[in-house]
């Protein structure tokens, strides 16, 4: 298969970065197919550049554009030399770019709230690196969103002057959420929202799921294509679905819209935790073993190494943070899902509905209010979404959104 299989609903962005990888391809083999030699034909010829910003709406598959177009500059495949386009996805170069193991490409993601100076500098030091064996110097940055303000002006110096053979391929929800010197210098390509019919093939086609349970999964997240995966594949994640979607049912007094809230929390907090027994555990007693401590002796470290002990501590409760912070706004998606579903049956909207599993519920709400209504309840959760993005205490702005959702 192609490099390509895996972007859904997205032939206008694959044929672009096809363009591009057939241009790159050409750049590299008139320098002379040498793996550390200049490109000497400018870029602004061709329909590669060296920075590329993949913007669009989460689920889209924004990462997986990036990385397939990571793996199609690395094409080696002996097609090319007979016209074929970059990005066979059986080559050495495209399969070992998709799986992560090739030397020349550097996928960055943070389970982290940013990504700070620190390792954005270090980012920086790779891309100044000839290619060690590939093609191209690849650095996909999967979260550019979340570079802080010190972070994006470490990346500017760098996407202003590239090294001749590195890539920069930088993701982010929207052009907003890139700083205006750094989205003026990458070449933007703007992904949409996946059909949910397109979605729920390649549920079925690559990952095994039964065709009625991936297409439910798809309608039920409308495209976004991780989360209808997670939906169709994790018994306990279409649990907290369907809690979630219980709670417009449950905010009639005071006393149920405080319990509502604290359960949402709880709820987020479990799941941080899961992440954390699933994760912190293994990479402590690693980070133990490599320091010098026997592994599983609970031992005493060696001296001098307590600080990096420490600050492995201190990322895993950052992480938890982010996780909780994740989980909750995934709830607050689906509320948000809920009441659009109840405003499409008040208006006689023929949108397909999202959540068909629970239309008992959605028309019961819908037949108790008036379309304004349902709007301040939407408006309620983004104001929730934006207190949290402040760093509201969590429980605070939940609370605040259900006694909203009551009181309409």
């Known amino acids: 298969m192609a ?28 320098a002379g197919e ?11 010829s061709s329909k590669m550049t060296h920075a590329w910003l993949f913007t669009g709406p989460p689920g889209s598959g924004r990462a997986t554009a990036a990385r397939a177009f990571a793996a199609a500059l690395q094409c080696v495949s002996p097609d090319r030399a007979l016209g074929g386009a970059p990005g066979c996805g059986f080559c050495d170069g495209c399969h070992t770019a998709l799986v992560g193991t090739h030397a020349d490409v550097e996928v960055v993601r943070t389970d982290m709230l940013t990504i ?11 891309a100044q690196l000839s290619p060690a064996g590939g093609r191209w110097q690849v650095i996909v940055l999967e979260d550019a969103d979340r570079l802080t303000e010190g972070a994006g002006n470490v990346l500017l110096k760098a996407v202003e002057e590239p090294a001749p053979r590195t890539v920069w391929l930088l993701c982010a929800p929207s052009l907003e959420d890139v700083l205006p010197t750094i989205r003026s210098r990458c070449r933007l390509l703007t992904l949409r929202t996946p059909p949910v019919d397109a979605v729920a093939d390649i549920l079925v086609r690559r990952d095994g799921i039964d065709p009625e349970l991936a297409a439910s999964a798809a309608r039920a997240t409308q495209g ?6 997670r939906l169709a594949t994790d018994e306990r ?20 819209c405080l319990k509502a809230a604290q359960e949402l929390i709880d709820a987020a907090a479990e799941d941080a935790k899961q992440v ?22 609970g031992g005493r470290l060696p001296r001098g190494t307590a600080g990096a002990m ?22 607050l998606t689906d509320l948000t899902a809920f009441y ?9 909207s023929q949108v397909a509905l999202a959540n068909t599993d629970v239309r008992d519920g959605l028309e019961r709400i819908a037949s108790g209010s008036k379309p304004a209504r349902t709007l301040r309840r939407i408006e309620a959760i983004t104001a929730c979404r934006q207190a949290l993005d402040s760093n509201v205490a969590p429980l605070l702005a939940v609370e605040a959104m259900t006694m909203a959702l009551r009181a309409g």
């Open 237 to 256: 994640a279409r649990a907290r679905r369907a809690a979630v979607l219980k709670l417009p049912l449950r905010v009639d007094d005071v006393g149920g």
């Open 310 to 331: 420490k600050e492995l501590q201190d990322r895993q409760k950052r992480r938890a943070t982010r996780t909780q912070r994740d989980s909750l706004d995934l709830a």
């Open 34 to 44: 040498t793996a550390a030699g200049p490109v000497e034909e400018p870029m602004a």
């Open 276 to 297: 954390a027994e699933e994760i912190d555990a293994k990479e402590t007693e690693e980070l133990r073993a490599a320091l010098g401590a026997a592994a599983g002796t």
């Open 3 to 30: 490099v390509w299989d895996d972007l859904v609903g997205q032939d206008r962005v694959a044929a672009q970065l096809s363009a591009a990888a057939r241009d790159a391809d050409a750049l590299v083999t008139a």
């Open 224 to 229: 976004h294509i991780g989360r209808a995966r």
């Open 340 to 348: 659009r579903d109840v405003l499409a049956l008040q208006l006689g």
């Open 116 to 126: 700070g100076v620190k390792e954005t500098r270090e980012l920086v030091r790779r």
